[in-house]
């Protein structure tokens, strides 16, 4: 069965600290990982998106980095801000006969606090 | 331009009635796909539309069904609710459903609570 686990599950940090974000899946074949954003009650949004060939991409204070060889991901995040409070979402693509579809872990959820 | 909209936002029902949730894409992309997100997990694939036609679905009963329109919007059914079927409910919104390639944009979302 395809899957994609996160931890930790939640995550409190103080304004301003760096934290990392875990994210191991066993989904194949794996097309490409996302990490997401998600504010409570909103619809994901997009941080970054790896192909398999990728080992490191940022976006801003968010850095995603992808080793496929043991299927692990992590997004860092430096200088935390209140704003970063928020669940983040590590998504692998799957391309199977159904087309392609998106496999979602569980999550982190992340409290910045000032 | 308008990004993927969803209606309506928050949505409360009593067991056993039907619900029909409505997504409109992104303008220009021709693939709809649909998401279930129970509080505290992370989405589970329902359905995914191409062109009008269903490419995809995930492990989810019979009660739930959707389609697509000329215009690309879906609809997303479920009929005889249960109480686990409370959730908040995501529509993606790409250009060919070639998810491997391209980003899926999210919509805000539908909150249905089953009472």
């Known amino acids: 069965k395809n899957q994609v686990e996160q931890s930790p599950q939640s995550l409190i940090i103080l304004e301003g600290k760096n934290c990392t974000l875990q994210c191991n899946y066993t989904v194949s074949p794996f097309s490409n990982l996302r990490w997401y954003k998600q504010d409570t009650g909103r619809g994901p949004v997009s941080l970054t998106i790896m192909t398999f060939s990728e080992n490191t991409k940022s976006n801003g204070r968010y850095t995603a980095t992808l080793d496929a060889d043991t299927k692990q991901s992590s997004l860092h995040i430096t200088a935390s801000q209140l704003s970063d409070s928020a669940s983040y979402i590590c998504v692998v693509s799957v391309w199977d006969n159904a087309g392609n579809m998106l496999t979602f872990g569980g999550g982190t959820r992340l409290m910045v606090k000032p | 331009d308008a990004g993927v909209t969803q209606s309506p936002t928050h949505l409360i029902k009593t067991r056993g009635q039907h619900v029909t949730l409505r997504c409109s894409p992104i303008s220009g992309h021709k693939s709809v796909s649909w998401y279930q997100q129970v509080l505290g997990q992370g989405p589970q694939f329902i359905f995914q539309?191409?062109?009008?036609?269903?490419?995809g679905r995930g492990n989810f009963p019979d009660r739930f069904s959707a389609r697509q329109f000329p215009n690309y919007s879906s609809e997303l059914n479920v009929n005889a609710l249960l109480l686990g079927d409370s959730a908040l409910y995501l529509c993606?919104?790409?250009?060919?459903?070639?998810?491997?390639?391209?980003?899926?944009?999210f919509g805000q979302g539908t909150r249905l609570t089953v009472v």
């Open positions: 993606a919104s790409s250009f060919n459903g070639q998810l491997f390639k391209q980003g899926a944009f």
């Open positions: 539309y191409y062109e009008k036609e269903e490419r």
